[in-house]
């Protein structure tokens, strides 16, 4: 019995005298972003540190600096940095609003804008992405702005317009497609398609456009066709 106390008393003493290095963490800047851990947006501290090694947890050398490292305010799980390329749920319902109002007007530029139908179908669309305020004036509105504007810088005429209008889309849709799975992207890809057709088979500017769509949605030339071709069967 005596000797086990012993024992235990020297391997308590032997762990009080373990070293270790440590890392002294200083938070130089906080946020809110996607927390993979939790699975939705938290808040966060960016934090840097430094090594140091420590006795009796009394600090004895300083060490070098750690890589910065973002701390979860919830799981306080630590990230690299580039976990903010990946936008918070509510970045990213933003994005999609925007990237299907993008769409919407896009169709409505090159065909629709004049047809009640068409008009119809670019505010469901848009209303179900999360503009409830918008109305089928204010999109052939816009839609009209965005063929005006998008014919004077290219030069005027009907093909200049459609580049105008696609190279729009193309920005308009550039932060969002990343973020994106295959499916998000076909679908995205249908609602244009679903708008265009509303008002009757597609028109040469509206194909045109959408197979632009397609290659800014990254879908291959097949993919988009075989969207564009079923669309009315699924309209």
């Not at 373990?18 to 927390?35: H, L, M, N, P």
């Not at 050398?61 to 903010?84: I, K, N």
């Not at 889309?169 to 398609?193: D, E, K, S």
């Amino acid at each position: 019995m005596g000797g086990a106390r012993a024992r235990s008393r020297a391997n308590g003493v032997r762990a009080g005298l373990r070293t270790g290095v440590r890392v002294a963490w200083t938070t130089v800047a906080d946020g809110e972003f996607f927390c993979p851990a939790c699975g939705g947006d938290r808040n966060y501290e960016r934090r840097t540190g430094r090594r140091r090694l420590e006795l009796l947890g009394v600090p004895l050398a300083r060490g070098g600096a750690t890589a910065p490292v973002l701390a979860c305010a919830s799981c306080t799980t630590h990230f690299g940095p580039e976990v903010l390329d990946q936008p918070t749920s509510t970045r990213l319902a933003a994005l999609l609003r925007d990237g299907v109002e993008g769409v919407a007007l896009a169709v409505l530029a090159v065909g629709g804008a004049d047809h009640p139908a068409a008009c119809r179908a670019a505010v469901e669309s848009v209303h179900a992405a999360g503009y409830p305020q918008c109305t089928g004036e204010e999109l052939a509105a816009r839609a009209a702005t965005l063929r005006s504007h998008a014919g004077a810088a290219l030069g005027g005429g009907a093909q200049e317009t459609r580049l105008g209008v696609e190279i729009a889309l193309h920005a308009a849709l550039g932060p969002l497609v990343p973020h994106l799975a295959a499916p998000g992207r076909a679908g995205l890809l249908l609602q244009g398609a679903r708008i265009a057709l509303a008002d009757g088979p597609y028109l040469p500017a509206e194909r045109a456009v959408l197979d632009s769509l397609g290659s800014a949605l990254e879908l291959t030339t097949e993919e988009t066709r075989a969207v564009l071709v079923t669309a009315p069967e699924r309209s």
